[in-house]
């Protein structure tokens, strides 16, 4: 890439949206090194820091933005701070500014009347802090929430193109108000300002989930945005804030309860539990758990996913929960024997056996386990009970039945279990063990487990014959092979990159292609990878970008381009 010539390495969209950065003065050039590298700031929905390196020749060597755009070369962040350091504006730090109380007492009341309602309308919280100062009163929740989504809807707007729909790379753009109000929103959780809190949150997760309807969220910005919301919403336990009054806890019950009943939230399970986990906290009267039941209900019904699905099981716990915690006993352990098929609970019932000392009946409960999932095909809950069992047979002192499970579970794929697997077997009978397990894991499809373990014994001869049939392994087995059979594995990685060239057919396969060559001089390839270069250029002469990869490729390895 070319400081001269870089657009047509960037997304025009991208490429647009850091021309407008710069038309806005959202760029400040901080500083700006002999060597060619530059650091700017750059104004976006926060202030964002820009580095980037230009050799004397113009070629852009390195860029950096700590924005979460991961979508091509550069974010508009870094072509706005391009496009400055071409436009010739001296990149010298900005003369430091007067201090604010001296800006603030210059300015005529007007002008600040003016100001104050303009940051007021960016910030419910500010707004409010502004009206409370003046009247003493705050604006109703209610209000604040409304002009929060009203923002988030015309940010979305804006960003969205003639037929409603935000597009990849519009995403970031279109979520800045949302930023916003959850920026908000934690304001007022740590303020202690419950109900403000739940009804930005609300509102937050109802816009977004609506925009995911309509929205292209690959960088997940949108889905990132609403899981930190529901995060947020364990505050309501928070115990060192101070406790709700009667009336402020019964309007968050409520209105968690309502949060759980976002129609825009069906079919997103995951997006409607924490309302009701919450909730069941607050449940502490048996007119709240039957208003809580009856919204439960409500919401597995509307799932569609029946009573043995995901939220089935979810509901199960938290019932389950607040049998425990305010009903009887025996009516806690009966609905947890009645739905052991659901996992969580299962587990749940093993470990109480084990509190109680009933390790007979643990052990019971995780081998019906493994039976139960066995014949539904799910091999990571049969990995899980093995695990149980084998932590209970610990627990219960029954080393017999400990190295049974583990030679299991390391047959099934769980290497963690090898060394307490050895180190309990008898030295004069491991060598059988060791010759079976390998036995097993030949022939298996767990081959990271039997490489894992060729490699902790040291076993290189053997691990050699493996990467020789499983040659695409060898960017991951390399380390442990070079010293023996470094030719060999030279070979093997050259031979590799030579069918990757073929395929490669855009500048992100170049780059891996490249990747692959310095992982090749890591292992002691430095005269092949070089030979190799030259090879690659002179047959994809009509590959430009290709070309220009590996000209860098070449210059890391100090031979002239």
Known sequence: MNLKSFESDVDPVVLARGREYLQAGRVRMVAAPA????????????????????????????????CPYD???????????????????????????????????????????????????????????????????????????????????????RAADADGFLDYHAVSEATEAAADVAQDA????????????????????????????????????????????????????DTDAPPLDPQD???????????????????????QMPWLREAAVLATSPERRAQWEAHATAVLRRSGTGAEGYVGQELALLRYGLL???????????????????PA????????????GQFDEALRLARDGVNQDGGRQLPGLI????????????????????????????????????????????????????????????????????????????ETERLWVYCQTHPHEVDTLYPHLVPRYRTGVVAIMGELIEVEAERATNRDYYQ????????????????????????????YPRKPAFQEELRRVERSLGQPP
């Open 324 to 342: 425990a915690e305010y009903g009887e006993p025996a009516e806690a352990e009966a609905y947890l024997s009645e739905h052991l098929r659901f």
């Open 383 to 458: 990995q899980r009970w093995k695990q149980l069992i084998y932590e209970v047979a610990g627990t219960a002192g029954r080393p017999a039945l400990q190295r049974e499970i583990a030679l299991e579970l390391v047959t099934d794929g769980d290497f963690n279990y090898y060394a307490p697997l050895k180190n309990a077997t008898d030295a004069i009978l491991w060598p059988g063990v060791y010759h079976t397990l390998l036995t097993k894991l030949e022939s298996s499809r767990h081959t990271s487990v039997y490489t894992q373990i060729l490699i902790a014994e040291g």
């Open 35 to 66: 060597s060619g590298a530059c650091l700017a700031e750059v104004q976006g929905s926060q202030n964002y820091t820009v580095t980037v390196n230009v050799a004397p020749d113009g070629t852009v060597v390195g860029t950096a933005c700590d």
């Open 345 to 356: 609970l299962r587990e749940m019932a093993v470990r109480t056996a084990v509190t109680d």
């Open 249 to 271: 806890e019964e309007a968050v019950f409520v209105s968690l309860l309502e949060g759980a009943d976002d129609g825009v939230l069906t079919g997103w399970p995951d997006w």
């Open 512 to 539: 891996k292609v490249c990747a692959h060559i310095h992982e090749m001089v890591r292992a002691g390839g430095m005269d092949e990878a070089r030979v190799l270069v030259s090879r690659l250029k002179a047959r």
């Open 71 to 157: 979508g091509g070369p550069v974010c508009k962040h870094v072509v706005a701070v391009l496009l400055q350091r071409r436009g010739g504006v001296p990149p010298l730090a900005t003369p430091a500014l007067p201090p604010l109380s001296d800006l603030v007492q210059a300015e005529s009341a007007q002008r600040l009347a003016s100001l104050l309602l303009d940051l007021a309308a960016e910030s419910p919280i500010l707004a409010d802090r502004i009206r409370t100062e003046l009247t003493g009163q705050h604006e109703p929740v209610a209000a604040r929430v409304a002009a929060a989504g009203r923002r988030i809807q015309e940010t979305m707007r």
């Open 186 to 237: 934690e304001a007022a959780w740590e303020d202690g300002q419950v109900m403000l809190a739940i009804g930005l949150e609300r509102c937050l997760v109802h816009e977004l989930a609506a925009a995911m309807e309509m929205a292209d969220d690959s960088d997940g910005f949108i889905g990132g945005l609403i899981d930190e919301s529901l995060g947020r919403l364990s505050r309501v336990q």
